[in-house]
């Protein structure tokens, strides 16, 4: 896409030219690589073929990426990621225009490493669809139905906006199907018994395949381990959600994860259930988080999806060293 007309710069004209004459000579590079690669296959050079393979994809990317044209597509949100030079450049943007810098950011910020997991390297673009915040006079008054859109990584939410499961997005950058398990984790729930806190798994989803072009929102049947809404307790201070899309073991080969009854989910420890089932969130996969805190909507929630009595939580009152001398008389 020419920001300006031919002839209107000449300077220019010939610098894209020079751009043009460059990817022509890369592409006769590729031709040459391509003929190589076909020979080194039929003859079962594994080594040889992998090294060219390589190389193919080196040069396929260089003969396109400085095009003008690529060049604006990738900017404007109309990369088309199944060729490889839109895949890497719209790789490059999430990785240097500050997006991942901003969810590692909030996520080493709020302590979700080391608290949760003890590393943790995304590979790509998670995004989380919400309904929109809105007040109780412009839905009341409006009758308008909250719009959903994508959230900030960190931001405060309302438990009304998570009563329902969001929408997950990815743009992700490998060609291939690859496996991998969602959960959502709150770190934050009150452990009485050992006067700290623990973690309760709010959804799972394992064997999510995932790919340059996957479906999005991704599909989730909900099936495995059914979502439940994030509910703060009262009287404790805010509570960090985490969403992970974790890559398995194996890339190919599904998994076998019994559903974690509604029991179970209190007190769930990843780093052993990751472990166990061969998750490494340090070799790749998504992130997202926010927060939350109580308010009204949990009493609702705890009333009519967990069908249980809500607690209370506060602070131990403290000890009155003068409680003794305040009940007897001054003077005798």
Not at 190 to 196: A, D, K, L, V
Not at 230 to 257: C, F, M, N
Request: glycine share 4%.
């Amino acid at each position: 896409m020419r920001p300006i007309g031919v002839g209107v710069l000449p300077v220019y004209d010939r610098a894209l030219e020079y751009i043009k004459q460059d990817s022509e000579t890369l592409k006769r590079q590729l031709a040459s690589v391509n003929t190589q690669l076909q020979k080194a296959a039929e003859n079962t050079n594994v080594e040889e073929v992998e090294k060219l393979k390589k190389r193919a994809q080196i040069l396929e990317v260089q003969s396109e990426i400085n095009l003008p044209s690529v060049r604006w597509k990738a900017r404007n949100g109309l990369a088309d990621l199944s060729q490889p030079v839109y895949r890497h450049l719209v790789e490059q943007k999430w990785r240097e225009d500050g997006a991942l810098d901003l969810v590692m950011e909030r996520v080493h910020q709020m302590n979700v490493v080391p608290d949760l997991l003890g590393e943790l390297h995304p590979s790509f673009d998670l995004r989380v669809n919400f309904p929109e915040r809105l007040s109780d006079e412009i839905r009341m008054r409006n009758r308008t139905k909250a719009k959903v859109e994508k959230m900030e990584p960190g931001v405060f939410l309302l438990p009304e906006q998570t009563r329902k499961p969001p929408a997950l997005y990815t743009t992700v950058f490998h060609e291939e199907p690859r496996l991998y398990t969602m959960l959502m984790v709150d770190l934050d729930v009150p452990n009485p018994e050992h006067q700290g806190f623990q973690s309760y798994l709010h959804w799972m989803h394992p064997n999510i395949t995932l790919h340059a072009f996957s479906q999005n929102p991704v599909p989730l049947t909900g099936t495995h381990t059914p979502y439940v809404p994030p509910h703060p307790q009262r009287g404790t201070p805010y509570h960090r959600y985490v969403l992970l899309l974790v890559p398995q073991a194996s890339p190919t080969e599904r998994i076998k994860i019994p559903a974690i009854s509604m029991e179970q989910r209190l007190g769930f420890d990843y780093r052993a259930f990751a472990a166990n089932h061969g998750l490494d969130a340090s070799k790749g996969g998504g992130v997202f988080m926010w927060r939350e805190v109580w308010d009204e909507t949990v009493s609702r929630i705890h009333a009519e999806t967990l069908k249980t009595e809500e607690p209370v939580f506060g602070r131990m009152p403290k000890e009155d060293l003068y409680a003794v001398f305040k009940t007897t008389k001054r003077y005798h």
